[in-house]
């Protein structure tokens, strides 16, 4: 267990819909880090936040937006969606990069 | 951000031990490698980190020659529970004081097959 949290597990829902993804850093982890996983794909950078701030972006559709709570917990928001937006959604968080970031079990997201 | 090559499969027998290793030839000073195990619809699962020379853990070593623009993880003894994707990540690492940007991009993974 990484002790890195999301939910929910599995997600299925139509086309044009919109959805939340949740994170949960481990304790004292100010870092998150959010991933796409496609079918037999590799993992995609999709944003990352430090204490709040958006720190880096990779390619983020504009569909798709994030942000980082006080409490450091992390959502990812997904709207108009589209067939091709199923994947594995993975966050993962960081102190730094000592002995990390360690990833969360992910969410299956599944657009019909 | 130091791009990074691995072999895309490697194939081995239980009980032998695997050596996959990962090219980083733009590698940064302050940049340290970390591995990662993935299983088919899991997270990928941490397995070691190094900055220098070897480092060594209870499921694997890690070695990086003085140049580092190459690393090594070393799997003693596999079984076919190893059967996985393993990838190397390259960042910039940090400490108490890091507010760092870091867009953590991974390659594309090496795909171990483990044969009985």
């Known amino acids: 267990d990484s002790g890195v949290t999301q939910t929910p597990k599995h997600l299925i829902t139509a086309t044009g819909q919109r959805v939340t993804l949740r994170c949960s850093p481990r304790?004292?982890?100010?870092?998150v880090y959010w991933y796409q996983q496609s079918l037999d794909q590799g993992l995609q950078f999709l944003i990352q936040?430090?204490?709040?701030?958006?720190?880096a972006k990779g390619n983020i559709l504009e569909r798709f937006s994030a942000q980082q709570f006080p409490d450091l917990h992390s959502e990812l928001n997904l709207s108009s969606l589209e067939l091709g937006d199923s994947a594995l959604y993975f966050c993962?968080?960081?102190?730094?990069?000592?002995?990390?970031?360690?990833f969360g079990p992910g969410t299956r997201l599944t657009v019909l | 951000l130091a791009k990074t090559t691995q072999p895309i499969s490697m194939d081995s027998y239980e009980g032998q031990e695997v050596n996959i290793t990962c090219s980083h030839n733009n590698i940064a000073t302050n940049d340290y490698i970390t591995w990662y195990q993935q299983f088919p619809s899991q997270g990928p699962r941490f397995i070691i980190q190094?900055?220098?020379t070897k480092v060594k853990n209870e499921v694997a070593s890690l070695f990086i020659p003085a140049d580092r623009k190459s690393s090594t993880l070393s799997l003693p003894r596999v079984s076919l529970s190893d059967t996985a994707v393993y990838y190397c990540l390259v960042a910039k690492g940090g400490g108490d004081m890091d507010t760092g940007r870091r867009a953590l991009t991974f390659g594309s993974g090496t795909r171990l097959q483990v044969q009985p």
């Open positions: 304790s004292g982890d100010l870092s």
């Open positions: 936040y430090y204490n709040g701030e958006e720190r």
């Open positions: 190094g900055y220098k």
């Open positions: 993962a968080s960081s102190a730094g990069l000592a002995g990390g970031p360690f």
